[in-house]
């Protein structure tokens, strides 16, 4: 059970990123030239475990953003709550190549760091809480809104299997 301290600071964490992401959306002139191809504000919403050996977290709230740079690439970070109650957040790139872009399903590849996972031997950061991540990901849009369904592979060091992730996406 966790204590009030616990659950104000993930919650103090979860108000500092939504306000800074809102900042940004409401600064046009300063992502006009960074983020040409398009500004994403996701929400994440839920995960599947496949098979999973034990009980996970599968409702993940958190919000993130994708600064699309160029017209197959993004730059992307945001902060959820994991699937092991835990607070995370990522950073990374998102390649999205044209030759995998139909109407409006487009697969890409995310790359970068997530943090609130044991990574064991290969993780950085206080008890080695920040490692890397590699994951396909399924893009769908429609004009302004869309949804991104995520990839995860298996995390064995925190007993984590295959899951996969679904987030709310809206254009600015």
């Known amino acids: ?20 992401l809102t900042a940004s959306v409401w600064t046009p002139a300063a992502h006009a030239e960074w983020c040409g191809d398009g500004l994403w ?20 709230p958190g919000i993130g953003v994708e600064c699309w740079v160029a017209p197959q690439w993004a730059v992307t970070g945001g902060y959820f709550r994991n699937s092991l109650s835990k ?23 995310m790359a970068g760091l997530i943090s609130g996972y044991d990574y064991g031997s290969y993780g950085i950061g206080h008890n080695h809480t920040i490692g890397p991540v590699a994951a396909p990901l ?9 949804a991104n369904i995520i990839l995860i592979p298996p995390i064995p060091s925190s007993d984590l299997p ?4 679904f987030m709310l996406r809206v254009k600015f």
Do not use: C, Q
């Open 41 to 60: 504000i996701d929400a994440m919403i839920a995960s599947h475990h496949v098979h999973p050996e034990k009980d996970f977290e599968e409702f993940n």
């Open 87 to 109: 607070p995370s957040f990522y950073g990374g790139g998102v390649w999205g190549p044209d030759f995998l872009h139909w109407n409006y399903i487009r697969l890409a590849v």
């Open 1 to 20: 059970m966790r204590s009030w301290l616990s659950r104000f600071r993930n919650f103090h964490a979860f108000l500092l990123t939504a306000a800074a």
């Open 138 to 146: 399924i893009m769908l849009d429609y004009k302004r809104v869309g």
């Open 162 to 165: 295959f899951t996969i992730g």
